[in-house]
């Protein structure tokens, strides 16, 4: 069992890279899920609004 670690820092960097990496991606796929599940909700919620208001005003 030699450590790895301490004789080649370029796999440090690499894993370090490899987290940047990915927890971008989590930020990048959890903001579009919520994105793609917050904005649809927000817009029909505006738009039955507007509705409601049309409908007062026509009667």
Do not use: C, W, Y
Not at 30 to 36: N, P
């Amino acid at each position: 069992m030699r450590p790895i670690f301490s004789e080649n820092p370029e796999v440090i960097n690499l894993l370090s890279i490899a987290g940047i990496i990915s927890g971008v991606h989590m930020f990048l796929i959890v903001g579009f899920l919520g994105f793609i599940f917050i904005i649809p909700p927000t817009i029909m919620f505006i738009l039955s609004l507007i509705d409601f208001s049309n409908h007062k005003t026509q009667q």
